[in-house]
């Protein structure tokens, strides 16, 4: 296999991905980490693949340009708005209580994952 021919093949995915996303207005450190969460979220929607890697790839460099007070800003608002889904752990444990099996135990588990888990699953696509 030529390894030259895959990594050229997905920066031409990447580079398209980008193209889809649109230029960004560049902003200060401060506003960065803010914008770095809607992307955060942006990334989370579901879009293509291709898009996606584009997208945690512009997270990963915009994120290397923040100072240290936006990157603390930037991960506690992961640890806010990046959790698990409280709703769908109570309705995981009211059901795991009414019926301990292995599907309610799996849900239960699956509902415990924090949001921002699935978040550096696709970041590291980059």
Do not use: K
């Not at 390894?3 to 889809?20: K, M, N, P, Y």
């Not at 799996?106 to 696709?122: D, G, N, T």
Request: charged share 30%; with cysteine.
């Amino acid at each position: 296999m030529n390894t030259s021919f895959f990594g050229e093949l997905l920066q031409t995915i990447t580079d398209r991905g980008r193209a889809l996303l649109g230029a960004r207005a560049p902003h200060g450190a401060e506003a960065r980490s803010q914008g770095l969460v809607d992307l955060c979220e942006e990334l989370l929607s579901g879009r293509g693949e291709a898009s996606g890697v584009a997208l945690a790839r512009e997270i990963l460099t915009d994120y290397r340009e923040l100072t240290v007070g936006p990157r603390i800003a930037f991960f506690e608002a992961l640890a806010e708005r990046f959790g698990p889904d409280r709703e769908r752990i109570d309705a995981a444990v009211a059901a795991w209580t009414r019926n301990a099996s292995p599907e309610t135990a799996a849900e239960l588990h699956l509902a415990a994952e924090p949001r921002r888990q699935e978040l550096f699953r696709r970041l590291n696509l980059a």
